[in-house]
């Protein structure tokens, strides 16, 4: 079975904070992606990564930043945290494209929570 | 733009009941359509994925159709169970593109 874990499930930290939220999976995998659901607006794409060292801008990078130094882990920072950045954070992690059924494995979520 | 509209935003049914939630797209050109299952708090988990030539898919109680020409698709949940109960993610991916598109959910409630 594909797994893809992230750091914390539930996440409480104060405006102006650096945040880290860490993702890991066990496939292989070459891209991951970060993304963030709000009520109303549904998954919105962060950032992504195809490759080591790799990444690319999503829908709504601004505010956050990645890192992805090895495989199998990708890591979303948020700088300085702002209570705009409540929200639940899902990573996802999918085979080297080309293929018709490549498919997107999701992480449980973080829960973050910007006082 | 590509966009993925979904149909109801929220549905609530009685226990053994059928239902079909809708999902139409303007995503161009298409490389596949999946329909997710998320259960509050959780990620997404995936139930079908079709391409261009399938026209329906199943997964035990859950059957997904596809009309590629009007981009259209349906899911269907027959003899629904409380365990249904949870959003349902219609998600379209363009060909030669890491990125999908997402509907934003129909909420299922499945009630005794």
């Known amino acids: 079975d594909v797994k893809v874990t992230q750091s914390s499930r539930y996440l409480v930290k104060r405006t102006g904070e650096k945040v880290f939220l860490e993702c890991v999976q066990d496939m292989d995998h070459e891209n991951m992606f970060w993304y963030r659901q709000d009520p109303g607006l549904g998954l919105r794409l962060i950032y992504f990564?195809?490759?080591?060292?790799?990444?690319e801008k999503g829908d709504i990078p601004e505010g956050y930043s990645v890192s992805r130094e090895k495989k199998e882990r990708f890591s979303l920072i948020l700088e300085s945290a702002s209570t705009n950045q409540t929200s639940m954070y899902l990573c996802?992690?999918?085979?080297?494209?080309?293929?018709?059924?490549?498919?997107?494995?999701f992480g449980p979520g973080t829960r973050l929570t910007v006082l | 733009k590509n966009q993925v509209e979904q149909s109801p935003q929220s549905l609530i049914i009685l226990e053994g009941k059928n239902c079909t939630l809708q999902?139409?797209?303007?995503?161009?050109?298409?490389?596949?359509l999946r329909w997710y299952k998320q259960d509050t708090g959780r990620g997404p988990v995936s139930l079908t994925i079709m391409t261009f030539s399938e026209n329906t898919k199943s997964n035990g109680r859950y059957t997904a159709t596809l009309d590629a020409d009007t981009k259209q698709s349906s899911l269907h949940i027959t003899a629904s169970q409380l365990s249904d109960s949870a959003s349902y993610i219609c998600?379209?991916?363009?060909?030669?593109?890491?990125?999908?598109?997402f509907g934003k959910g129909t909420k299922l409630s499945v009630i005794p």
């Open positions: 990564s195809y490759d080591v060292k790799m990444k």
């Open positions: 999902c139409n797209y303007t995503v161009s050109p298409f490389s596949n």
């Open positions: 996802a992690s999918s085979p080297h494209g080309g293929l018709a059924r490549d498919e997107q494995f």
């Open positions: 998600v379209v991916k363009g060909a030669g593109s890491y990125q999908l598109t």
